[in-house]
């Protein structure tokens, strides 16, 4: 668990589109920074969303072939993060934007110019868009995630050892399809 989380303090997590109701400079899984726009309501008329609750973790250790661990923060400041039961095993933070104006589609055209690794369109069941951002070096893999559901856009960040950039890339498309089935409405 030590291990996870000086894994998890020296990761620089792409909590693109981070933070509930504010603009700011963000980076990516693959390294860029980018600022988000700002969000159409106000953060105070927003419910607060912890990723965590959609998340199952049997699913993503089927995927991953080892177990995780949620931390969750506190209520009054939610997060969530996923550490490895094994040395060496992925991790992953997941995060939240209310909407901002344009959506993730827009949102995207100002981010993409600055991304690094290999950017896509994903197909996520019930989900209105999502993109996704692969980069392997030779330390690490780092794939970015973003699904978006009504006004409500989530972002699963993960790092795993280079050799497990296949089954990283599965483990967030779950974690992306799991976010989508239980975003709250909007």
Not at 60 to 81: E, H
Request: aromatic content about 6%; glycine content about 8%.
């Amino acid at each position: 668990m030590k291990r996870a989380l000086a894994l998890l303090a020296a990761v620089p997590f792409a909590i693109a589109l981070a933070g509930c109701g504010s603009s700011s400079n963000t980076s990516t899984a693959a390294g860029s920074t980018t600022a988000t726009a700002s969000p159409t309501a106000s953060a105070s008329a927003q419910p607060v969303v912890q990723p965590c609750d959609a998340i199952d973790t049997a699913a993503l250790t089927k995927v991953l072939g080892y177990g995780i661990t949620k931390n969750t923060g506190t209520k009054a400041n939610p997060s969530c993060v996923l550490t490895p039961s094994i040395r060496g095993g992925a991790v992953f933070q997941l995060n939240y934007q209310w909407w901002f104006k344009g959506g993730l589609d827009a949102s995207w055209k100002s981010m993409k110019k600055s991304i690094t690794g290999h950017a896509s369109t994903v197909k996520v069941p019930g989900a209105d868009a999502a993109r996704l951002v692969v980069r392997t070096t030779k330390k690490a893999a780092y794939v970015t995630g973003f699904v978006e559901n009504d006004a409500l856009v989530q972002v699963v960040d993960a790092e795993a050892l280079p050799k497990d950039a296949t089954r990283l890339k599965r483990a967030v498309l779950e974690a992306l399809a799991e976010l989508s089935a239980g975003a709250p409405q909007s």
